[in-house]
């Protein structure tokens, strides 16, 4: 039966979930100008309705309910239908389709004996966001985990902590985009080091990454210093010929430098058939190196 006047109304809904478990409850009323029906009295009214819900299996959940209402007014004491129902709800996909059976528990306008009922219902998908990332979690690769929105792989949904991954995390990471290189020295802050030993070599051409080149004009090229470079076997910190070999013959071989003349006679000893003895310089026979002492004697006795 319709009223023949508007009416005005509402209802305040609250819930509470706990993990299979749901409950809800609902407060309103109805108001209206009364009418008197053949048995009864209808007027403004106060509705309530409480509901719970348990889902044992994923496909299936147990509902029950209990719904009624009362008058407002001189009837309020007098008049207080209330129905209770249960059903089974089976959840298949978006799809929930659904049995019961309800019952009057206090008997009035609008409450039956006895009834049952089937329904289904389709449920839209929502894409939520359940860690508030922005991203939804349907593409989210880590619906609970918020992604930390770095610049580095933020569509993916997921917070990556060391985005480098050489083990250092970003919070700890000066260079949180570019990935320790590990080669045991300062490997601890997180940054590549090219040029260890900062000598202008990058490591993957030096073959001393860790000591720098001495740049003497030897080798410079090869990253390594060189501590004796003309291969004497005398360092160059002791060797007054760093350049030149030491041609140990015996004269002086301390100090690094080739004598190109031993005996210091102006031949030099690579034609002085006698290096270690000075040439006499006599005229005679003087360019071998070698002094003629006897030659002389021999010659004085004949003048």
Not at 101 to 112: D, I, R, T
């Amino acid at each position: 039966m319709g009223d023949p006047l508007p009416q005005v109304g509402g209802h305040v809904v609250g819930g509470f979930r706990y993990g299979d478990f749901r409950l809800a409850l609902n407060l309103g009323g109805v108001f209206r100008e009364e009418l008197q029906n053949i048995r009864s009295q209808i007027g403004a009214e106060a509705a309530w309705g409480l509901a719970a819900a348990y889902r044992p299996h994923p496909l299936v959940e147990v509902l029950v309910e209990a719904n009624g209402w009362t008058s407002f007014g001189q009837r309020f004491d007098s008049e207080a239908p209330t129905e209770i129902r249960g059903a089974l709800n089976f959840i298949v996909g978006d799809f929930t389709f659904q049995a019961g059976a309800g019952a009057g528990l206090v008997y009035g306008v609008g409450v039956p004996v006895a009834h049952g009922f089937v329904g289904a219902s389709f449920s839209p998908p929502q894409d939520l966001d359940t860690d508030g990332d922005g991203v939804t979690d349907s593409q989210d690769a880590c619906p609970a985990d918020a992604e930390d929105e770095d610049g580095w792989e933020d569509e993916d949904g997921c917070p990556e902590l060391d985005n480098d991954g050489d083990g250092i995390p970003d919070a700890d990471d000066p260079c949180p985009d570019e990935a320790e290189d590990l080669d045991e020295f300062e490997d601890e802050d997180g940054c590549p080091e090219e040029d260890n030993d900062g000598d202008g070599i990058r490591d993957g051409y030096d073959s001393c990454p860790n000591t720098p080149e001495d740049m003497d004009g030897d080798r410079d090229t090869d990253g390594c210093p060189e501590a004796d470079r003309d291969n004497d076997g005398i360092e160059d910190s002791a060797d007054q010929c760093p350049t030149e070999a030491e041609d140990f013959d015996g004269f002086a071989d301390e100090d690094g430098c080739p004598e190109e003349d031993f005996d210091g006679d102006g031949v030099p000893d690579t034609d002085d058939e006698c290096p270690a003895e000075a040439e006499d310089d006599d005229d005679f026979e003087d360019e071998d190196g070698c002094p003629e002492e006897g030659t002389r004697r021999r010659r004085r006795r004949g003048r």
